[in-house]
């Protein structure tokens, strides 16, 4: 079977990761079928479209997206399958739902992502569980693999691959290139630290224009003579 557009792939593995095995045991994690966190992402090429230009071959492992293999219920209660289903074990994958391929045992990005580790937040005053900094995993060219970067907060697509929680981004949403020396600690708070400078200069500049810095030097000089002529 060969489409005119698209890829053909079967799921590897069953659609859902519900269970988790311990030891000798199964833990159930989920019973849903629209929770798309617990959706099988690996799928296997069984044959690439006729038209257009690919670097994916058959037999390629692939990570896809995760509204693939899912199930939904629509208005009336009634399971249904994707528009992608063929059957059970062949499915329908537009070029834009190829998310990752892997040849000679490496994952391979299509154009125009870049995946990255996002970094823990250490800092206990923060709600925040991360900073919107990453060290690049998988890249398509744009960044080098292992350079810190930051990314636009709108710009991450969370996977697990290969056991590592990674988020997929828009290689045009990474914002900003850090120093990365493997010190984990200390690049976050470089890269924090940049990003104060950052703003602080966006404030400097919109203060220039509104006539407030002129102000505040002013405010400034007053004060310190006026403390002298004490």
């Given at each position: 079977m060969q489409s005119v557009y698209n890829f053909v792939v079967t799921p590897i593995g069953q659609?859902?990761?519900?269970?988790?095995?311990?030891?000798?045991?199964?833990?159930?994690?989920?019973?849903?079928?629209?929770?798309h966190e617990y959706v099988n992402r690996l799928?296997?090429?069984?044959s690439i479209p006729k038209i257009g230009d690919t670097d994916v071959n058959v037999g390629d492992e692939v990570?896809?997206?995760?509204?693939i293999f899912r199930r939904w219920k629509n208005v009336r209660g009634i399971e249904k399958n994707?528009?992608?289903?063929i059957d059970e074990n062949t499915y329908l994958l537009q070029p834009d739902q190829l998310f990752l391929y892997k040849q000679n045992?490496?994952?391979?990005?299509?154009?125009?992502?870049?995946?990255?580790?996002?970094i823990k937040n250490k800092n206990k005053f923060s709600i925040d569980k991360e900073q919107l900094v990453g060290i690049v995993k998988y890249t398509d060219g744009t960044v080098n693999k292992n350079s810190l970067v930051g990314f636009h907060a709108s710009g991450q697509?969370?996977?697990v691959v290969d056991g590592q929680r990674l988020y997929r981004v828009l290689s045009n949403l990474i914002t900003i290139k850090y120093e990365y020396h493997g010190d984990e600690a200390a690049t976050k708070k470089l890269a924090i630290f940049d990003a104060?400078?950052?703003l602080n200069r966006i404030q400097e500049e919109e203060n220039?224009?509104?006539?407030?810095?002129?102000?505040?030097?002013?405010?400034?000089?007053?004060?310190?003579?006026?403390?002298?002529s004490r």
């Open positions: 659609r859902y990761n519900n269970v988790k095995k311990i030891g000798d045991k199964e833990l159930i994690l989920n019973t849903e079928n629209f929770n799928a296997k090429v069984i990570i896809v997206h995760h509204n994707s528009r992608n289903y045992n490496v994952w391979q990005v299509p154009k125009g992502y870049c995946w990255l580790q996002p697509y969370e996977f104060f400078e950052i220039i224009l509104e006539g407030k810095e002129t102000e505040k030097k002013d405010r400034v000089f007053k004060g310190f003579a006026e403390g002298r």
